[in-house]
């Protein structure tokens, strides 16, 4: 999709600002969403930080003074989207951020000095918004692979035009393989050796994505600075021309100016037409891995494309989350990446989706009884976390729980940021047994939002699994209802011999008031007439 200015009234427009804190480089992109979803851009920033100078070895921290520029940057970027009006960002942070030991303390800094709440997001994840990105620049007809080098990260992504089927990240990117090379030459001259180990590196860091992908048959993009720059210095080095917006390298021409680059002196690199000088440095091993990719993948060119990355899809990624899928089809990638996972640990389908139902109409129901004020964002986080509740007896049924939180805290599920992973995760493991407490690393590693999140998504659905104890759908329908004096109902319509779950709730009821925060009662509703089981005996909470 081409930006374009909106028809709609002005009173409805939205000013949205995008941040993307990469490795190398701070982007900014603030936009003016219309209401027929067409939108235009107000400013592009970018600035080179170098956040993950230094990064890359046995220490994988992040630098006082890197983050120091990354927390100015994104300070004057965030004053810079308030001036043009915007009233939300959307910020995501990548390679450099997503591996530092110290991420909490850059996140924390970035929150509190700079007035950025920044989602760090796997590598896979934002191959799948590289993608997104694609789909909003480029028409495809047919297949579409992209590469984006980072400085820490490789992106891969390929699919059609309701976007990606396959989605990797390769852990090395122009400034890490700089890093992690032998030095160059005194006057930063990198001999022919040298530049072979560089691709010998690449080609085992990628091995598995490689032999993945195979041969693929699909038109060939690259969306990184890196690949543009190299774009770039061919059409004036090669072939006398400035490059086209979206310019074609072909392998040979890529191979002969990564020969010249790597023959120079640094200080002559900063000179070349069409290479930014802030790249002279790593613009080799950036030329390196897209050497080595285009070789092992059997690509004879790749066009280049400016404004087009991560930024970009992050835009087309607010859209669809809007309500404005038809931007981009397949935007339920959230809901097939978690039953792609549940389906690998063969788990009870049938079960966690009546689970699932179940929950979502307590949640519903709960906020209509004033217990909570959440909204659409932690509806779905519950849904996803009752689809894999139980995935954890593929390991082992004692402590499945357990095994639950630590299948989904380190998978790699696509259209998530790490923070919602880890909500996931959490709400998953109090399913059963203990409720959320510090004690337990899955609760105390949480923000104290996210702790709130997890205890009210918990309850709900450790409520609901007791009412599909038997895994037979025994409860069609359950509800609460707040009565006089606060206490709350419990509705339930069952759908058949519905013992077993009357004893379980009956066995349980302390711990489930508990995590409600209330005094419950319960009434069965077996066709029409009401009939009270028990009445309320726990004193109540307030609410969270």
């Known amino acids: 999709m081409t930006a374009s200015t909106g028809a709609g009234g002005a009173a409805a427009a939205q000013t949205v600002a995008f941040i993307d804190i990469g490795t190398n480089s701070v982007r900014l992109m603030v936009v003016r969403v219309e209401p027929d979803s067409t939108w235009s851009i107000l400013t592009l ?39 043009h009006g915007a009233d939300r960002c959307v910020a995501v942070a990548t390679a450099a951020t997503r591996e530092a ?22 590598g896979k994840e934002e191959a799948r918004l590289i993608y997104l990105g694609l789909l909003g620049r480029v028409h495809v007809d047919d297949r579409a692979l992209v590469i984006d080098i980072g400085g820490g990260s490789t992106e891969i992504a390929i699919g059609d035009r309701t976007g990606a089927d396959f989605v990797d990240s390769v852990s090395l990117g122009a ?82 100016v990564a020969k010249r680059l790597r023959g120079m002196p640094a200080e002559r690199r900063r000179d070349v037409p069409g290479l930014a000088a802030a790249r002279a ?77 179940l929950a979502l109409e307590l949640f519903d129901t709960a906020r209509a009884a004033r217990l909570h004020r959440y909204g659409s964002a932690e509806r779905d986080l519950l849904e996803y976390a009752a689809l894999l509740h139980d995935i954890g007896t593929f390991l ?30 959490a709400t998953a493991y109090f399913h059963r047994k203990a409720l959320p407490a510090p004690r337990f690393e ?23 699994e007791h009412l599909d104890g038997g895994h037979a759908g025994a409860t069609a329908h359950a509800r609460l209802q707040r009565e006089e004096g606060g206490t709350l109902a419990l509705q339930i319509e069952p759908a058949g011999d519905w013992s077993l779950e009357q004893w379980a709730l009956e066995r349980r009821r302390e711990s489930i008031e508990k995590a409600l925060g209330r005094p419950l009662t319960i009434v069965v509703r077996p066709y029409p007439p009401a009939v009270p089981v028990r009445s309320p005996r726990s004193p109540s909470r307030a609410r969270d």
């Open 281 to 357: 440095d790593i613009i080799v091993a950036g030329a390196a891995i897209l050497e080595t990719l285009m070789d092992e993948l059997g690509l004879d060119a790749i066009v280049a494309l400016e404004d087009c990355g991560l930024r970009e899809g992050l835009l087309v990624d607010h859209l669809a989350r809007g309500g404005h899928g038809e931007l981009v089809r397949g935007t339920s990638v959230r809901e097939r990446s978690v039953l792609q996972l549940a389906r690998a640990t063969s788990f009870d389908e049938r079960h966690a989706r009546q689970v699932a139902g």
């Open 396 to 425: 082992s049924y004692t402590r499945h729980h357990q095994h639950t939180y630590y299948l989904v805290r380190h998978a790699d599920l696509i259209g998530f940021d790490q923070e919602e992973i880890a909500i996931i995760a």
């Open 175 to 256: 400034i890490r393989l700089t890093a992690e090379s032998a030095p160059p030459a005194a006057d930063g001259r990198i001999k022919a050796a040298a530049y072979d180990s560089m691709r010998h590196h690449v080609r085992l860091a990628a091995e598995h994505t490689l032999r993945d992908l195979g041969r693929p048959t699909a038109t060939v993009y690259g969306t990184s600075g890196t690949i543009v720059n190299l774009a770039a210095v061919a059409a004036r080095m090669l072939h006398e021309r400035p490059p086209a917006r979206d310019q074609r390298l072909t392998r040979g021409d890529l191979r002969t």
């Open 45 to 83: 920033q970018k600035e080179t930080v170098r956040l993950g100078e230094g990064e890359f070895g046995e220490i994988r921290t992040l630098r006082a003074d890197a983050m120091e520029r990354a927390v100015t940057v994104c300070a004057r970027f965030a004053g810079l989207a308030r001036n």
């Open 442 to 464: 899955a609760f105390s590693g949480l923000d104290r939002r996210s702790r709130k999140v997890v205890r009210r998504l918990g309850a709900l659905l450790r409520l609901a």
């Open 101 to 122: 030991r110290n991420q909490a303390d850059f996140v924390r800094r970035l929150r509190e000095d700079a007035g950025v709440d920044v989602h760090v997001v796997s």
